[in-house]
């Protein structure tokens, strides 16, 4: 038995819906989230297209950094062999931005929905100028930017008390017990 039939059989007996038994297809269902950045956006888009379809099963794979063409065949050849090996046309969720690339993914045996080519054409007539077509996202205040990633960076590097240098830059420093403490009071 394969590991997919035995989730999915799994599944079929434990997901219920108002005490009734949902109505489950008999395949889980491939979708694959791909971007030539970290794939963050296309990973909440994918996922929160699927979950307009309770009843169904998915297994997802998001695959950040599909940034070369040797990537982007990989790619596309792992899902011609899911196809091939499941027989069911898997569901891809591309925020590709480099043409080259998404041409590539285009050739791929699956659904592919393309953010970039759905709405980018009608945002371009509607504001009247040509998009970037780069990838990323547009930071609209830097400074607010850059201070989020140094305090991010800052917490991983003192996390725990692992560097207790630099400790005077800290707005509050937090024990252990004084964590516990806090978490527990979420609790209750």
């Known amino acids: 038995m394969s590991i997919d039939k035995l989730i999915n059989d799994i599944l079929k007996k434990h997901l219920t819906d108002n005490g009734e038994s949902i109505a489950m297809e008999e395949k889980i ?112 205040n830097p400074s607010l930017y850059e201070s989020r990633i140094e305090a991010i960076d800052y917490s991983l590097i003192h996390d725990d008390g692992g560097k207790t240098r630099n400790y005077n830059e800290s707005d509050i420093i937090f024990s252990r017990q004084e964590l516990d403490g806090l978490f527990e009071s979420f609790r209750n």
């Open 29 to 140: 269902r491939k979708a694959y989230f791909i971007s030539n950045g970290t794939a963050i956006t296309v990973e909440t888009l994918g996922h929160s297209l699927l979950a307009q379809f309770p009843s169904l099963l998915f297994k997802t794979r998001t695959i950040p950094f599909v940034d070369t063409e040797e990537k982007a065949r990989a790619v596309s050849e792992e899902i011609d062999r899911d196809f091939s090996q499941e027989n069911t046309l898997p569901i891809v969720v591309s925020t590709m931005a480099n043409p080259e690339l998404k041409a590539i993914i285009g050739q791929s045996k699956a659904l592919i929905l393309d953010p970039f080519s759905d709405f980018l054409p009608r945002l371009e007539k509607t504001l009247g100028t040509s998009s970037s077509h780069q990838s990323g996202h547009r930071i609209s």
